[in-house]
């Protein structure tokens, strides 16, 4: 029997899940083609038909986390909501999807990996880098208009604001790479504690 397109992207859809499953047991450097196949209960000739390497597969993995993230972001600055608010919920979504997406620490691990495995995603490393760029360009300017609209006090740099937002998140996501904590029920108060000091009417000193 033939095989539809709608075959093949199951088919592409079962190897990801798969890949990302033994990724974050064995670690990329260690994880073959074949763990995967194994995994997947797919032939390894499978998964060549739909991705040609280890990193090739890999890649894909890593647009559909970003492609994830990216869409939780636009989905909060395209609302009606002010600045602050939707710059709060866009932090309030992406932690929660950073606690609820366990298997997705993988992907965080293997760019933190070894000099050999990071000059081998050196691709990746660099799609990374623009999605962070975007980030903070997205952030830099709903902290300008946070502070046009008077949520966020007069004096506050929005270039340092959104550098110290940026690391803030990051430093969460590094810190569950070594412990693996739930953020369930602390994300409100991580966001609180996060914009103390930025928000109009609160003295930083």
Known sequence: MKKTRADALRTRRQILNAALKVFGLKGYAATTLNDIARQAGLTRGAIYWHFENKRKLYEALLKDYYRTIEEKIKTEI??????????????????????????????????????????????????????FGQIYVQTRALIKAAIDNGEIRKGVDPDIAASAIISYVNGIKLTRL?????????????????????????DPR
């Open 78 to 131: 395209t609302s009606s909501k002010t600045p602050l608010i939707q710059l709060k919920d866009g932090i309030f979504k992406l932690l929660n999807f950073f606690s609820d997406h366990q298997d997705y620490r993988t992907i965080e691990e293997a760019l933190l990996g070894s000099p050999q495995v990071q000059q081998e995603l050196a691709g990746v490393l660099d799609k990374q880098k623009q999605l």
């Open 178 to 202: 070594h412990n693996p904590l739930s953020l369930n029920n602390m994300v409100d108060q991580l966001i609180d504690l996060m914009f103390k000091g930025m928000e109009k009417g609160i």
